[in-house]
Structures are given as structure tokens and as C-alpha cells.
């Protein structure tokens, strides 16, 4: 049993991580080396389906026509920042469903604080590992399997 967020959640031990329920992610970065890093640790970890958009105006584009579970989105963009890309996600009932992590390079706390406060479902201080995606990845499946059962 695994404590989150005061919610006991039984998490059936199926012998495959919890993550593997996202079937499509979108990686949302301004930097295309960034893009194709995350790209590869994501196909690394075998998740089917990997998008990629630069800025948060594609990933909207992408979401209007494309199913997805789980977008990755870097808070320092140029034009629509990765805060604002949350804000109109969450707005969109379409979109709701869809788990949100939010990543950047910033140390300034009262940044991440922000982004959890506006409704985003974890985030990933840059650079980061195989090993902590994976990791903010499960809480990430686990939080949002809380959610749907209650």
C-alpha cells in the first residue's frame, strides 16, 4: 500500500511499473536536443506512443487531433510558457484527464510551488536521470489511478 496525498491506494502488483498505463505522451520543449533526449528515455522505458511538439501552440494542435495521456512540458518557453500550456489543458474538459508534469532547470522553489498549485501532477528538475523520470513517472500513474477510482 502506497500513502499519497493522505489517500490509502491499494496498488495491484501486476509485475509491470504503474507508468506503462500512459499510451501516448507528449514531450513539449523549445530545445530539440531536450526533445530527443526525453524522446529517448521515454521509448527506453517502452512507453508505445512518444510525441514531440516545440512549442506549447503545437502541443494545443497536437491535442486537438491526438489522444494523449500524459504531456511533459518544459515552464520556460518562449510565447506560451509551459505554466500557461497547464492552464489552457485544464481548461479544455477534452484535455482534463491528461496528467501534466511540468520540468525545468530553475532551483527556485516558489516556481515548482507554483506549478503544482496551478494543477500540475509532478515535475522534473533538469537534467534529470532514466532512473528519476521513471520514478515521476509511477507516482505520476499512481496519483492519477487515485483520481479516477474516487
Known amino acids: 500500500m502506497e500513502e499519497i496525498v493522505g489517500v490509502d491506494i491499494f496498488v495491484e502488483d501486476t509485475g509491470r511499473d504503474p507508468y506503462l498505463t500512459f499510451r ?11 526533445r530527443k533526449i526525453i524522446f529517448k528515455m521515454l521509448r527506453g522505458l517502452d512507453l508505445p506512443q512518444v510525441f514531440e511538439a516545440a512549442s506549447a ?18 515552464i520556460n518557453m518562449p510565447d506560451i510558457d509551459g505554466l500557461k500550456l497547464l492552464a489552457a489543458i485544464r481548461s479544455k474538459p477534452a484535455f482534463a484527464e491528461a496528467t501534466v508534469l511540468l520540468m525545468t532547470a530553475s532551483r527556485q522553489t516558489n ?31 499512481i496519483r492519477r489511478a487515485a483520481k479516477a477510482a474516487g
Open 111 to 141: 516556481l515548482v510551488a507554483e506549478a503544482l498549485a496551478a494543477g500540475a501532477d509532478g515535475y522534473l528538475l533538469k537534467p534529470f536521470s532514466s532512473e528519476q523520470l521513471k520514478s515521476t513517472l509511477n507516482r505520476a500513474a
Open 57 to 74: 501552440a503545437d502541443a494545443f494542435a497536437l491535442m486537438h487531433n491526438t489522444r494523449i495521456d500524459l504531456v511533459i512540458a518544459d
Open 24 to 34: 501516448s505522451t507528449l514531450v513539449v520543449d523549445d530545445s530539440s536536443s531536450t
